[in-house]
């Protein structure tokens, strides 16, 4: 469960009778919009339905009988959820704006380079500074995944800025390879791998390209500094020195 501060309130007024159910904001959107694969216990801050939730006052059981064939919490959350008005007070959508937006600037960070610096990643103030001076705002009631587009289109006319990924070769010398190719297989698609009769190891991950300075932090700090690194453009010409 969520705790009350994470929760929003969804209504649903029927028969003469309001049903008000304590749930996440981003699982209520996509309950409503049928998007939702988790565990309903994971996202509501209450087994419960509520007359009114701010009270706890409960309706009768026999209105619940009326409207939903049933008295089971966990069958009816979702359809007040689905039916009814997902309520927000100014400062859960101010609170909510400012989470997407973090987000977002995240999301666009890890996945952003500049084409015009050899495809360098962008940094999270860079992102940042350039969205305030475009006219997009986030919508706190919108899926971050469904704004980036939007976002790119905005940046566009301010800073050159691409999505792209970007493949690299890491050999690890055999004291290190253990611990850090385990690490360095976790940044995203490894494409191959080959280990070395010295028990060195090699490995070609494939992983957005806004995240190489992370990437090259982390091999670095699980190899003190003494891995080799090669951006591959062409897999058949790997020839890590």
Avoid: C
């Amino acid at each position: 469960m969520i705790s009350l501060d994470e929760a929003v309130t969804a209504r649903l007024e029927s028969h003469g009778q309001r049903f008000e159910v304590l749930v996440d904001p981003d699982a209520a959107l996509a309950i409503k919009r049928d998007e939702f694969d988790g565990e309903l216990e994971d996202v509501i801050a209450a087994e419960d339905v509520f007359e009114d939730a701010s009270r706890g006052d409960r309706p009768p059981e026999n209105s619940l009988t009326e409207v939903f064939d049933t008295t089971e919490p966990l069958e009816i959350i979702p359809e007040v959820i689905k039916q009814g008005e997902i309520q927000i007070t100014a400062d859960q959508r101010r609170e909510m704006q400012e989470q997407k937006h973090r987000q977002l600037i995240q999301q666009i960070t890890r996945n952003a380079v500049n084409p015009q610096m050899d495809d360098a990643p962008h940094p999270p103030d860079r992102i940042e500074s350039a969205l305030e001076e475009t006219d997009f705002r986030v919508d706190p009631m919108e899926p971050v995944d469904n704004q980036v587009d939007d976002a790119l289109d905005a940046l566009r006319p301010v800073i050159p800025i691409r999505f792209d990924e970007v493949t690299v070769a890491v050999q690890v010398p055999a004291d290190y390879a253990g611990a850090a190719q385990s690490r360095i297989r976790q940044f995203g698609d490894l494409e191959r791998e080959e280990w070395q009769a010295d028990g060195s190891w090699i490995g070609v991950i494939t992983f957005p390209a806004g995240m190489q300075n992370e990437f090259y932090d982390v091999v670095n700090e699980h190899t003190s500094g003494e891995a080799e690194t090669q951006i591959v453009k062409d897999e058949d010409e790997i020839s890590i020195r």
